[in-house]
C-alpha cells in the first residue's frame, strides 16, 4: 500500500498527538577516559502517530516485543529525528532505530520513524 506524503501528514494532523522528542546532543569525547564530556538532552514537542505495521515475519525466532512505527510531522519541527533519539509520552518510552524522510516539493513533510521499546 503506497501512501503520498500529503497523506501521511494528514493522518498525523487528525489522529496524532503531542508527544516529546528526547534529542542527546554530544560535547567532545576525551581519549584520556574514554568516554564523552558534557552530554546534554534536548526536549522537543512533536506532533506524532504511532501504528503497528506486518510485512511478514522475517525470522520467526526473533521476534521483537514492541517494534513499530511512528509518523512524526516535519512542519515547524526544528530539527530532524535521529537514530539516538527516544521518543515520550502517555507513560511510554521507544528509541527510534531508523528514519525515513517524506519529501514534497522539496519540503520535508514528515519522518516515518521504525521504533521500538
Known amino acids: 500500500m503506497a501512501f ?3 497523506d501521511l ?3 498525523v494532523e487528525e ?3 503531542t508527544l516529546t522528542l528526547r534529542k542527546p546532543t554530544y560535547s567532545t569525547y576525551n581519549p584520556e577516559t574514554s568516554q564523552i564530556d558534557g ?3 534536548v526536549d ?3 506532533t506524532a502517530y504511532f501504528y503497528t505495521y506486518t510485512l511478514g515475519v522475517r ?3 526473533n521476534i521483537n516485543r514492541g517494534v513499530r512505527k511512528c509518523l512524526i510531522s516535519a512542519l515547524g519541527l526544528s530539527v530532524s529525528p535521529d ?3 527516544e521518543i515520550i509520552g502517555n507513560g511510554n518510552t521507544v528509541h527510534i532505530t531508523n528514519v525515513l524522510t517524506m519529501f514534497s516539493g522539496g519540503q520535508a513533510v ?3 520513524c521504525d521504533v521500538s521499546e
Open 83 to 85: 537514530t539516538e533519539d
Open 110 to 112: 514528515c519522518y516515518i
Open 44 to 46: 522537543y514537542s512533536v
Open 4 to 6: 503520498r506524503a500529503y
Open 39 to 41: 552530554t546534554t538532552i
Open 9 to 11: 501528514l494528514k493522518l
Open 15 to 17: 489522529h496524532g498527538e
Open 59 to 61: 525470522d520467526p525466532d
